[in-house]
Nanobody, 121 residues
């Protein structure tokens, strides 16, 4: 499975961005996909995930109500719509996938390239 993230950029506080993650390869076996992020000097942290079987979603408390994860199965793409962005959202965002279905916020086996999101104050 190969994952390619895109859509990052520089945005002002309160702005929006939509990240995309295009999956290729044996994507039919990926039952869970998600986004993680890593800020400079910080550990990688969970942001959001979606389960294939029932489209259940889970979000980190820090992004709940502002970010929305979705998946287009026809395009093998997962999205992260980010609204009301804050400077503390600045990080490299990584998409990921895994064959397991739960827990939604657990680590994943397949990782994509990162995309930089910078929110200016």
């Amino acid at each position: 499975v190969q994952l390619q993230a895109s859509g990052g950029g520089l945005v002002q506080t309160g702005g929006s961005l939509r990240l995309s993650c295009a999956a290729s390869g044996r994507t039919f076996s990926m039952n869970r996909m998600g986004w993680f992020r890593q800020a400079p000097g910080e550990e990688r942290e969970f942001v959001a995930a979606i389960r294939k079987s029932d489209d259940s979603t889970l979000y980190a408390d820090s992004v709940k109500g502002r970010f929305t994860i979705s998946r287009d199965y026809a395009k093998n793409t997962v999205y992260l719509q980010m609204n009301s962005l804050k400077p503390e959202d600045t990080a490299v965002y990584y998409c990921a996938a895994d064959r397991s279905s739960w827990p939604l916020n657990s680590g994943m086996h397949y990782w994509g390239t990162g995309t930089q999101v910078t929110v200016s104050s």
